[in-house]
């Protein structure tokens, strides 16, 4: 241990020398050149000074003004197209957005736009951009997303080796101990935790360092030292070791005066009283802890040891003290959007009222609780799976479809060509030998009922090439799901037989097949909703399109959290249409403008305008959009345009069923859209699907209908 405690005594002297070197800023001073800066109309040497006081106002607490320089700074190096110094401001907002301030969505969104800058030029600094992944690595991580979480990672390590930086490579040696404890796998977080050890080590015995980076060094070292603490206190019946460990991690803290270490370290040690069996000690350090993480305005570690004191009070056996300090961290839970904590407090309420014998919310908070674990995992392997083996038959039975429609329009341009050709050779021979009229019209008539014969055979190929597609689809559909539903039956009386029986390694294998078939059946289920539209004979019906639509908001608000969300509608007609397929039309285009939404509340009209004999609607929205090139490929079955990672969850099949639908009422539909500028989906209906064609000549009017937007309801 002497080793270290020298290394511990050198990071605070590097700090110490550091400090007396450079000194703090002149903030007044700093604050005057500001405002003189933006008198006179200089963005260059503003930027770099919104940058200086930022990052003064950051190391100072002072989030609220490190956040307005640094959203100015952005502003003026996008305008001056300073992509280093854009990088730069995207990234520490991110930094920011994570941790105090909590928005990881927001987080995302500057860290993804910074990294995407460092892809595209070479200016910007490899170890920048391997922070970069390695703050996107965290934030998935925070958020639940383990699969994101260890890609970034993956991708920051490699850099870092490849770059041979120490620093990065200790970094990301830590974040994926972080990613392997947030799944419960501590061997392999301890490994890693002690391989950062090892680089934070060397990077101390360095005498290349900056003050700033042996402080940066200084404040990852103590971390590593206290995740190293931590890991024991679960892995080791050493105490002795944790604590060791921990209190190095306090002293290392102390010395750099950081606060954050500060009341982590005295977090970890009342876990150590904890562990000990002492637990007024262990509820004294934590309660301390907490009021440190509070006066920071770290409210994701103020919820994570709020836990933990509920945990300690059930253990003193005061569970209405527990319950009362888990609803105070459930609201700041939800507040956070951090499903893993919600999980985690769940599962503590659940031991809350089995404590208190009150079987009934003890049960419902453990269902909650596994509800919850279930939806964190990744199961999208096994879906994927049978969605590319679907893709496959159905490509197949496509390409022989185009095959027959390829022969069918060779056939009838070899049948204009012969019939022409006899037309005006019997022409020439009317003229000339007008007797032999009779017996020409004769050959002719037969020749075309002969053509016609074979188009008629080469139509029925066709139709009954499409009625296979439909009914193979149909087939396995209802034949793959018997089996499904016999595997989840016996994997959850598995679950329900040998849950305590076994070890959590084992449970979660369960719960990759419960949720795997749940998923697969889901898959199977809209193929076929997307298989029976337009087999079977459809029955039309008055249908009330407001009815309809208030009907499916009702299911969305208990299906899906729809806070916020305003959907907006016109004096939209009665219709003459197959209910059931109109309102699984108007539930898919709901729910993908849900679906695909920005940061922003989702907005959501839907209008109609009577146009001739047909009304032609519109549901249109404010979230992501799509490009140009993806608005006649969105209808193809199975096809969408994030891959199986993406937050945006699905089948590809919703647009699928809509189109199907809508020319199954002899209609048409279309997409307007544009990135960023949100969604509008056309479709026309006619007043009478039994005395219309299919609709195939739109104008451009018609597809740039200028939106009108009469009085219309709000409905939240």
Same mark, same amino acid.
């Given at each position: 241990?002497?080793?270290?405690?020298?290394?511990?005594?050198?990071?605070?002297?590097? =700090?110490?020398?550091?400090?007396?070197?450079?000194?703090?800023?002149? %903030? +007044?001073?700093?604050?005057?050149?500001?405002?003189?800066?933006?008198?006179?109309?200089?963005?260059?040497?503003?930027?770099?000074?919104?940058?200086?006081?930022?990052?003064?106002?950051?190391? !100072?607490?002072?989030?609220?003004?490190?956040?307005?320089?640094?959203?100015?700074?952005?502003?003026?190096?996008?305008?001056?197209?300073?992509?280093?110094?854009?990088? =730069?401001?995207?990234?520490?907002?991110?930094?920011?957005?994570?941790?105090?301030?909590?928005?990881?969505?927001?987080?995302?969104?500057?860290?993804?736009?910074?990294?995407?800058?460092?892809?595209?030029?070479?200016?910007?600094?490899?170890?920048?951009?391997?922070?970069?992944?390695?703050?996107?690595?965290?934030?998935?991580?925070?958020?639940?997303?383990?699969?994101?979480?260890?890609?970034?990672?993956?991708?920051?390590?490699?850099?870092?080796?490849?770059?041979?930086?120490?620093?990065?490579?200790?970094?990301?040696?830590?974040?994926?101990?972080?990613?392997?404890?947030?799944?419960?796998?501590?061997?392999?977080?301890?490994?890693?935790?002690?391989?950062?050890?090892?680089?934070?080590?060397?990077?101390?015995?360095? !005498?290349?360092?900056? @003050?700033?980076?042996?402080?940066?060094?200084?404040?990852?070292?103590?971390?590593?030292?206290?995740?190293?603490?931590?890991?024991?206190?679960?892995?080791?019946?050493?105490?002795?070791?944790?604590?060791?460990?921990?209190?190095?991690?306090?002293?290392?803290?102390?010395?750099?005066?950081?606060?954050?270490?500060?009341?982590?370290?005295?977090?970890?040690?009342?876990?150590?009283?904890?562990?000990?069996?002492?637990?007024?000690?262990?509820?004294?350090?934590?309660?301390?802890?907490?009021?440190?993480?509070?006066?920071?305005?770290?409210?994701?570690?103020?919820?994570?040891?709020?836990?933990?004191?509920?945990?300690?009070?059930?253990?003193?056996?005061? @569970?209405?003290?527990?319950?009362?300090?888990?609803?105070?961290?459930?609201?700041?839970?939800?507040?956070?959007?951090?499903?893993?904590?919600?999980?985690?407090?769940?599962?503590?309420?659940?031991?809350?009222?089995?404590?208190?014998?009150?079987?009934?919310?003890?049960?419902?908070?453990?269902?909650?609780? %596994?509800?919850?674990?279930?939806?964190?995992?990744?199961?999208?392997?096994?879906?994927?799976?049978?969605?590319?083996?679907?893709?496959?038959?159905?490509?197949?039975?496509?390409?022989?479809?185009?095959?027959?429609?390829?022969?069918?329009?060779?056939?009838?341009?070899?049948?204009?060509?012969?019939?022409?050709?006899?037309?005006?050779?019997?022409?020439?021979?009317?003229?000339?030998?007008?007797?032999?009229?009779?017996?020409?019209?004769?050959?002719?008539?037969?020749?075309?009922?002969?053509?016609?014969?074979?188009?008629?055979?080469?139509?029925?190929?066709?139709?009954?090439?499409?009625?296979?597609?439909?009914?193979?689809?149909?087939?396995?559909?209802?034949?793959?799901?018997?089996?499904?539903?016999?595997?989840?039956?016996?994997?959850?009386?598995?679950?329900?037989?040998?849950?305590?029986?076994?070890?959590?390694?084992?449970?979660?294998?369960?719960? =990759?097949?419960?949720?795997?078939?749940?998923?697969?059946?889901?898959?199977?289920?809209?193929?076929?909703?997307?298989?029976?539209?337009?087999?079977?004979?459809?029955?039309?019906?008055?249908?009330? %399109?407001?009815? %309809?639509?208030?009907?499916?908001?009702?299911?969305?608000?208990?299906?899906?959290?729809?806070?916020?969300?305003?959907?907006?509608?016109?004096?939209?007609?009665?219709?003459?249409?197959?209910?059931?397929?109109?309102?699984?039309?108007?539930?898919?285009?709901?729910?993908?403008?849900?679906?695909?939404?920005?940061?922003?509340?989702?907005?959501?009209?839907?209008?109609?305008?009577?146009?001739?004999?047909?009304?032609? =609607?519109?549901?249109?929205?404010?979230?992501?959009?799509?490009?140009?090139?993806?608005?006649?490929?969105?209808?193809?079955?199975?096809?969408?345009?994030?891959?199986?990672?993406?937050?945006?969850?699905?089948?590809?099949?919703?647009?699928?069923?809509?189109?199907?639908?809508?020319?199954?009422?002899?209609?048409?539909?279309?997409?307007?859209?544009?990135?960023?500028?949100?969604?509008?989906?056309?479709?026309?209906?006619?007043?009478?699907? !039994?005395?219309?064609?299919?609709?195939?000549?739109?104008?451009?009017?018609?597809?740039?209908? +200028?939106?009108?937007?009469?009085?219309?309801?709000?409905?939240?």
């Amino acid at each position: 241990m002497n080793k270290r405690i020298l290394i511990i005594w050198l990071f605070a002297q590097v =700090f110490l020398f550091g400090v007396m070197l450079g000194g703090p800023i002149d %903030v +007044d001073s700093l604050k005057r050149e500001i405002a003189i800066q933006v008198e006179q109309r200089r963005p260059l040497p503003l930027m770099g000074s919104y940058k200086e006081l930022g990052l003064f106002y950051f190391d !100072n607490n002072n989030y609220d003004d490190a956040l307005f320089c640094f959203h100015e700074g952005l502003l003026l190096s996008q305008k001056l197209e300073d992509y280093k110094q854009e990088f =730069f401001f995207l990234h520490f907002l991110g930094a920011m957005y994570y941790n105090p301030l909590d928005d990881y969505q927001k987080s995302l969104n500057f860290l993804i736009k910074a990294e995407r800058i460092g892809e595209r030029l070479g200016e910007v600094d490899t170890t920048d951009r391997i922070r970069n992944y390695v703050k996107i690595s965290e934030v998935f991580n925070t958020m639940g997303d383990f699969d994101k979480a260890l890609d970034y990672n993956l991708i920051a390590y490699g850099m870092a080796e490849q770059a041979e930086d120490t620093a990065s490579l200790a970094l990301a040696s830590r974040i994926l101990g972080v990613i392997y404890w947030g799944q419960n796998q501590y061997g392999q977080a301890l490994r890693n935790f002690k391989l950062s050890l090892n680089f934070h080590e060397e990077l101390g015995r360095s !005498n290349r360092l900056s @003050p700033a980076e042996a402080r940066e060094n200084g404040i990852n070292y103590y971390t590593t030292l206290a995740s190293i603490g931590a890991s024991y206190l679960l892995l080791s019946d050493s105490l002795d070791l944790a604590r060791s460990y921990i209190e190095q991690s306090r002293q290392l803290a102390d010395s750099l005066d950081h606060g954050y270490g500060k009341a982590y370290s005295e977090a970890l040690i009342g876990n150590f009283f904890q562990r000990k069996g002492e637990y007024k000690e262990a509820l004294s350090h934590i309660k301390e802890a907490l009021k440190q993480f509070d006066e920071l305005k770290l409210k994701r570690e103020w919820v994570i040891f709020t836990i933990r004191i509920a945990d300690l009070y059930l253990m003193m056996e005061q @569970p209405s003290k527990a319950d009362k300090v888990l609803r105070e961290a459930e609201e700041v839970a939800i507040s956070l959007e951090a499903p893993n904590l919600l999980r985690n407090i769940y599962l503590s309420k659940s031991r809350v009222y089995e404590k208190e014998e009150n079987v009934s919310l003890a049960y419902g908070y453990f269902k909650k609780y %596994v509800n919850l674990r279930d939806s964190l995992m990744n199961l999208e392997g096994l879906s994927e799976l049978a969605k590319v083996e679907q893709q496959f038959v159905v490509q197949e039975k496509e390409q022989k479809i185009a095959d027959l429609e390829k022969a069918q329009k060779s056939s009838r341009r070899q049948m204009v060509a012969v019939v022409l050709s006899i037309v005006l050779f019997f022409l020439i021979v009317i003229i000339y030998l007008g007797y032999q009229r009779n017996n020409v019209l004769a050959s002719l008539n037969k020749v075309l009922e002969e053509k016609n014969e074979e188009i008629k055979r080469q139509n029925e190929r066709l139709s009954s090439s499409n009625e296979d597609l439909r009914q193979f689809a149909h087939v396995t559909s209802h034949d793959l799901r018997e089996p499904l539903r016999s595997i989840g039956s016996f994997a959850s009386l598995l679950k329900m037989k040998y849950y305590n029986k076994i070890d959590d390694e084992s449970n979660e294998f369960i719960n =990759f097949i419960v949720k795997g078939v749940e998923r697969m059946d889901k898959l199977l289920a809209d193929l076929l909703a997307y298989s029976v539209v337009g087999v079977f004979d459809t029955e039309y019906e008055e249908v009330n %399109v407001n009815a %309809v639509i208030e009907n499916i908001i009702r299911t969305l608000h208990k299906e899906k959290a729809t806070q916020g969300v305003k959907i907006k509608l016109s004096d939209l007609p009665v219709v003459k249409g197959n209910a059931s397929q109109l309102n699984q039309l108007f539930y898919h285009l709901i729910d993908n403008s849900l679906k695909f939404r920005k940061d922003e509340a989702p907005r959501i009209e839907i209008r109609a305008e009577k146009r001739g004999r047909k009304y032609l =609607f519109s549901v249109e929205d404010n979230g992501i959009g799509m490009e140009k090139e993806y608005k006649d490929k969105i209808f193809g079955l199975f096809l969408r345009l994030h891959n199986k990672r993406s937050q945006y969850q699905g089948t590809g099949v919703g647009l699928s069923i809509c189109k199907k639908i809508v020319e199954q009422h002899k209609g048409r539909i279309w997409i307007d859209s544009e990135p960023g500028a949100g969604t509008t989906v056309f479709f026309t209906l006619p007043e009478n699907p !039994n005395e219309s064609g299919i609709e195939t000549e739109l104008t451009n009017k018609i597809r740039k209908w +200028d939106r009108i937007r009469p009085k219309a309801t709000t409905l939240n």
